[in-house]
C-alpha cells in the first residue's frame, strides 16, 4: 500500500497563487507516473498535470502556462505551483500515483477561489 498526504490548498484570490504538495509513503518501489487530479462540485475528476520519473511532464490545457508540476523522487514528493488562479480552478484536488499497475489516491485538498 501507498500512503499520499496533501497539503497547500486554501482559499485565494483570483490572480493569486497556491503551491500543493504531497509526499508518498509505504510500499514504494518504483512510482512511474505522479500528478495532480482535480474535481468541482457536480463535475467528474479530471487530470490537472502529471510528471514521470524521467521528468516528462503534461498538463491539461486549461492550466498550461499557469501550472507547473514538479516532483523529487529521492523524497517521493510530487507539487504543483498554480500561479494566475481562476474561480474555475476551484476543486478538490487529489495527489496521485501510478505504481505498478495499480492508481493511488490522497483523500484530496480544497482550492477555492474567489473571484
Known amino acids: 500500500q501507498v500512503q499520499l498526504v496533501e497539503s497547500g490548498g486554501g482559499l485565494v484570490q483570483a490572480g493569486g497563487s497556491l503551491r500543493l504538495s504531497c509526499v508518498a509513503s509505504g510500499s514504494i518501489f518504483s512510482i512511474a507516473v505522479m500528478g495532480w487530479y482535480r474535481q468541482a462540485p457536480g463535475l467528474q475528476r479530471e487530470l490537472v498535470a502529471s510528471?514521470?520519473?524521467?521528468?516528462?511532464?503534461n498538463y491539461a490545457d486549461s492550466v498550461k502556462g499557469r501550472f507547473t508540476v514538479s516532483r523529487d523522487n529521492t523524497k517521493n514528493t510530487v507539487s504543483l505551483q498554480m500561479n494566475s488562479l481562476k474561480p474555475e480552478d476551484t476543486a478538490v484536488y487529489y495527489c496521485?500515483?501510478?505504481?505498478?499497475?495499480?492508481?493511488?489516491w490522497g483523500k484530496g485538498t480544497l482550492v477555492t477561489v474567489s473571484s
Open positions: 510528471i514521470t520519473t524521467d521528468g516528462s511532464r
Open positions: 496521485n500515483v501510478f505504481q505498478i499497475g495499480r492508481d493511488y
